[in-house]
């Protein structure tokens, strides 16, 4: 089946700093990939959606000079969270859709787990 | 606008019990429905959707347009169906998820 894997895991950064997270589809194309944010026993809510080589779109209410997208080919997506606050800590998890089965073949990642001290 | 409401957020049941997940939906449009599981320290996965009209692991999930929902089933829990499900609707081009329903199933 199709894998979506994100780098790193787990990252703790001091408060000021920025982290970059990548996604990336291993074994198909992604034309869309998408950017989830899930705090503790709660939904996932979405950031942002990327279409490869464009601007990302973000939902209402994500800064998106704060929360940088870079969807720089088909297999891989990046999120840099600039400036990082203790209030940014959360769990991030990317999706990534399959351009032939746009309407079904949505994967997820396993998540990062940011820390900011 | 695009909403999905799954009212539980925990569901305790003993094994052998039948489970329903509730999840109601609001969207003008004509949505794509899914239900997605995420076992303890796994990533999100997909369960069933609701055009393929399937049956995944003993469950099923029908539909109802004129009530908006999508309520998942299952006839007799096993302990391993112990896991967060989240609810979750296609309008247009994203995906959205429920609050989720934690699912205990007991020996």
């Known amino acids: 089946g199709a894998v979506v894997s994100q780098h790193p895991s787990w990252v703790i950064c001091k408060s000021g700093t920025s982290v970059k997270i990548e996604c990336r589809s291993l074994?198909?194309?992604?034309?869309?990939m998408f950017w989830y944010r899930q705090f503790p026993k709660q939904s996932l809510m979405l950031m942002a959606t990327s279409n490869e080589g464009s601007k990302a779109t973000y939902e209402q209410g994500v800064e998106k000079d704060k929360f940088l997208i870079n969807h720089a080919s088909l297999t891989l997506s990046t999120l840099t969270v600039t400036s990082a606050h203790p209030e940014d800590s959360s769990f991030y998890i990317c999706?990534?859709?399959?351009?032939?089965?746009?309407?079904?073949?949505?994967?997820f990642g396993p998540g990062t787990r940011l820390t900011v001290l | 606008a695009q909403r999905v409401t799954q009212p539980e957020k925990l569901l305790s049941v003993f094994k052998g019990a039948p489970v329903e997940l509730k999840c109601n939906y609001s969207y003008s449009g004509s949505p794509e429905l899914f239900w997605y599981v995420q076992y303890s320290r796994q990533r999100l996965q997909l369960l069933l959707r609701?055009?393929s009209r399937e049956s995944i692991k003993g469950f099923t999930a029908d539909l109802n347009k004129g009530e908006t929902s999508f309520h998942l089933k299952k006839p007799f829990a096993q302990e391993e169906d112990s896991a967060m499900y989240y609810c979750?609707?296609?309008?247009?081009?994203?995906?959205?998820f429920g609050t989720g329903t934690r699912l205990q199933v007991f020996p």
């Open positions: 074994d198909f194309q992604a034309t869309t």
């Open positions: 979750a609707l296609r309008g247009t081009d994203k995906l959205i």
């Open positions: 999706s990534a859709r399959e351009w032939r089965t746009s309407g079904v073949g949505q994967f």
């Open positions: 609701h055009i």
